[in-house]
């Protein structure tokens, strides 16, 4: 029953902005933290950006700070993660994920849902 699905990605220019959306159901979503994730191909998943359930604590990879911001709506069961001014190295498949721990975990294994992700690809 539980589905998280994300939507928002595409092609842009070194640059460029992307604004994703993950919608989840089947589950209580305000008592989930939530993360977003990325992984190229060949390369591990990667952690990029976690949010709490209340919204009032993030954590961000040093290689999006200051690009990249994750919001949540508890009210639309939803999370989002802006990118602004993107690189050729953020593309990838992106990933949100949904957790039951106070901190965040930047441990992709400590997930318990994940989405199908969706592609952002930025050309150079």
């Known amino acids: 029953q539980v589905q998280l699905v994300e939507s928002g990605g595409g092609l842009v220019q070194t640059g460029g902005s992307l604004r994703l959306s993950c919608v989840a159901s089947g589950l209580t979503f305000s008592n989930y933290h939530m993360g977003w994730f990325r992984q190229a191909p060949g390369k591990e998943r990667e952690f990029v950006v976690a949010?709490?359930?209340?919204?009032?604590?993030?954590e961000y990879a040093d290689s999006v700070k200051g690009r990249f911001t994750i919001s949540r709506d508890n009210a639309k069961n939803t999370v989002y993660l802006q990118m602004n001014s993107l690189k050729p190295e953020d593309t990838a498949v992106y990933y949100c994920?949904?957790?039951?721990?106070?901190?965040?975990?930047?441990?992709?294994?400590?997930?318990?849902?994940w989405g199908q992700g969706t592609q952002v690809t930025v050309s150079s």
């Open positions: 994920a949904a957790v039951r721990t106070v901190i965040p975990p930047t441990n992709p294994a400590a997930y318990n849902y």
């Open positions: 949010i709490r359930w209340s919204g009032g604590s993030t």
